[in-house]
């Protein structure tokens, strides 16, 4: 078992023989492979609004993370690849680590980030392409590191056919994705993904032309009319009826509900703490060696045992509204 660092990325390796640089080649030939894949459904050119979007992002991050002291190098910073959701069928035939549904994805088997597009309005607008856009990108900074494994292909009677070599996402961010990990987390990752993506859209409706706003302006509108109790509506998507020509926000309650969290745990303490535990979260997001610091201060705060409770978070909506209740108690 070794973790072999490089430039962009690590390896975790285990159960393998092969020396760390036969490793690091059939990683490298595979994020290639995958990342041809995906140009091979990727239009040559983008439309100006994407590349808006994308340098805004860009633009953003680079804010941010000044912003709480932790610099970062537009190196970084991955800008995504644009996909038509009509070839999201074949992609996810083929490629590892892409879920149903998905509006984006990133992990570092695949490269780069990734972004559907379609010609559907209702829910693939301006706004919602720009959310996803940063919500991606904001991915692609932490740490990242890739899953190495030789699994044995069998008979029924215990004889090795084959040697097969597994590569998949280990770990993005403060998310464990290894197949082998303990707790496969997820909640903070994805919950601060979410948080930063909403103040992102209400950053960006300032800096936009004019022609581009009017999505944002509408999302605006619904949060202020909208009546919600357990998820701020900044956290919803903007659903578009094109029949009826009326509009209304969209929650994806898991995803919600863990912006929502990360929101809370931010207001529950003291203001001028705040900055410092943020700072903590980006710290631990880079080097898994100040986890345990995350983890202490998520404890002092909230009471000994709720990092644990996040960390085995299930993946529904249920096990994070639970954990949003602790918080708000």
């Given at each position: 078992m070794s973790i072999d660092s490089g430039?962009?990325?690590?390896?975790?390796?285990?159960?393998?023989?092969?020396?760390?640089?036969?490793?690091?080649?059939?990683?490298?030939?595979?994020?290639?492979?995958?990342?041809?894949?995906?140009?091979?459904?990727?239009?040559?050119?983008?439309?100006?609004?994407?590349?808006?979007?994308?340098?805004?992002?860009?633009q953003c991050l680079k804010e941010r993370f000044a912003d709480i002291d932790v610099p970062i190098s537009d190196s970084q910073i991955i800008d995504p690849l644009f996909v038509d959701d009509k070839y999201r069928d074949k992609l996810q035939k083929q490629l590892y680590e892409l879920s149903d549904n998905c509006s984006g994805s990133y992990g570092p088997v695949n490269k780069r980030p990734l972004v559907f597009l379609s010609d559907s309005l209702s829910l693939v607008?301006?706004?919602?392409?720009?959310?996803?856009?940063?919500?991606?990108?904001?991915?692609?900074t932490g740490i990242k590191v890739v899953f190495f494994e030789e699994q044995a292909e069998k008979t029924d009677n215990g004889v090795v056919l084959a040697n097969k070599d597994v590569v998949a996402d280990g770990r993005v961010g403060l998310a464990q994705q290894s197949p082998?990990?303990?707790?496969?987390?997820?909640?903070l990752e994805e919950g601060l993904a979410v948080y930063e993506?909403?103040?992102?859209?209400?950053?960006?409706?300032k800096k936009l032309p004019r022609k581009f706003?009017?999505?944002?302006?509408?999302?605006?509108?619904?949060?202020?009319?909208?009546?919600?109790?357990?998820?701020?509506?900044?956290?919803?998507?903007?659903?578009?009826?094109?029949?009826?020509?009326?509009?209304?926000?969209?929650?994806?309650?898991?995803?919600?509900?863990?912006?929502?969290?990360?929101?809370?745990?931010?207001?529950?303490?003291?203001?001028?703490?705040?900055?410092?535990?943020?700072?903590?979260?980006?710290?631990?997001?880079n080097d898994p060696k100040q986890v345990s610091r995350l983890a202490q201060k998520i404890d002092h705060y909230y009471g000994s045992g709720t990092y644990a409770k996040i960390l085995k978070c299930e993946h529904d909506e249920w096990s994070v509204s639970s954990i949003l209740q602790k918080i708000q108690s």
């Open positions: 430039r962009e990325y690590s390896i975790f390796s285990m159960n393998t023989e092969k020396t760390d640089q036969q490793v690091g080649q059939i990683v490298e030939d595979t994020r290639n492979k995958n990342e041809e894949l995906i140009k091979n459904y990727s239009p040559e050119k983008i439309s100006q609004t994407l590349k808006i979007f994308t340098a805004k992002a860009r607008n301006n706004y919602n392409l720009a959310d996803t856009i940063f919500h991606e990108m904001f991915h692609s082998h990990s303990q707790y496969p987390s997820w909640l993506s909403a103040a992102f859209c209400q950053k960006l409706v706003r009017k999505e944002f302006i509408l999302h605006k509108q619904l949060e202020l009319n909208h009546k919600t109790t357990d998820i701020n509506p900044l956290y919803a998507k903007l659903y578009i009826d094109l029949d009826t020509k009326t509009s209304s926000l969209y929650f994806h309650r898991r995803y919600g509900l863990a912006g929502q969290l990360i929101e809370t745990m931010i207001k529950r303490i003291p203001q001028n703490e705040q900055k410092d535990f943020v700072k903590t979260i980006y710290i631990a997001r």
